[in-house]
């Protein structure tokens, strides 16, 4: 299972949502892969509800990094500035 690290919470825990489960797990940081980051994505292994194996899934990390990158350039092309102006 997939999943990507949304964020970190106070009390050394790191949040990771799994796209096919549909829910978030809350990780000990000690148990992440050294160089971890918020929009990082993984390869979970769950067990009995719990994830007992993390990996880095850098292919799916730079894929994704890429495609956001890719949509912001592409609205910011076509930004013609607010409707609403100041009076």
């Known amino acids: ?3 990507v690290l949304d964020r970190f919470e106070d009390g050394g825990v790191a949040v990771i ?3 096919q489960a549909g829910r978030e797990f809350r990780v ?3 148990y992440l892969p050294e160089g971890s980051r918020q929009g990082m994505w993984f390869t979970l292994s769950i067990e009995a ?3 007992v194996d993390i990996e880095a899934d850098l292919t799916q990390t730079a894929e994704r990094t890429d495609k956001a990158e ?3 350039a592409r609205l910011r ?3 013609t500035g607010s ?3 100041r009076k």
């Open 17 to 19: 949502i799994a796209e």
């Open 28 to 30: 000990p940081l000690r």
């Open 1 to 3: 299972m997939r999943g």
């Open 83 to 85: 409707r609403f102006k």
């Open 70 to 72: 890719q949509l912001i």
């Open 49 to 51: 509800g719990q994830v």
């Open 77 to 79: 092309s076509k930004s």
